[in-house]
């Protein structure tokens, strides 16, 4: 009977050094691949949920803001309702203010005022950059790292053949900017209709 090592043809079986070496190489090379790929993905996960939050505090404050009447004079005026234009102020015209024309920015309302809230979208011009905060003013929890600033400016509107004037035509900006360089911008228009719109 002849041993295997008296057969040159005969091979063994079995894996060499340089086989299982290769082998090692490249499993690794697949996973440090695939690792990699598991390492950007987590890292960039908590990304969609600051955006979200940004964009979820820029839609509350610019419907807030949207929602407001839009008159010629202070909502608090007598003639607020009856006002047709923002010419001066007339105690005795009701189709102009008695006492308080409605301009772009605060006259004297405080956002989260519980006597003196906002009343019309021109005061939100006075609102201060700060932490999102509900309407009555109480800063929201966990939100510390946001902050939010709001733009009012007349701007008129055009689709080519018809216009609204500047004067009958806001536009609100909100900007929340947030963790890691987020910054979510959403704008808004209001008009001037009926001539009036109270609550």
Not at 39 to 45: D, E
Not at 72 to 77: E, I, L, S
Request: charged content about 15%.
């Amino acid at each position: 009977m002849s041993s295997p090592t008296d057969h040159p043809r005969c091979r063994q079986r079995g894996v060499s050094l340089l086989e299982l070496i290769l082998f090692i190489v490249i499993v690794g090379a697949g996973v440090a691949g695939v690792l990699g790929v598991w390492r950007v993905t987590a890292q960039g996960s908590a990304d969609p949920l600051i955006q979200k939050q940004a964009l979820a505090i820029a839609e509350a404050y610019l419907e807030e803001a949207l929602a407001m009447p839009f008159t010629y004079c202070d909502p608090d005026d007598v003639h607020a309702a009856t006002a047709e234009s923002d010419g001066a102020v007339n105690p005795a015209d009701t189709t102009r203010c008695a006492t308080t024309l409605e301009v772009i920015g605060a006259e004297g309302e405080i956002r989260g005022s519980g006597t003196v809230p906002y009343d019309n979208v021109n005061d939100y011009a006075s609102l201060a950059a700060g932490v999102p905060a509900s309407i009555d003013g109480t800063a929201i929890g966990g939100l510390g790292a946001y902050q939010v600033s709001v733009a009012v400016v007349a701007q008129a509107l055009s689709n080519g053949t018809d216009t609204v004037a500047a004067a009958a035509s806001h536009r609100v900006t909100v900007t929340v900017t947030g963790p890691g360089n987020t910054t979510v911008t959403l704008d808004g228009y209001r008009t001037r209709y009926a001539p009036n719109v109270l609550p």
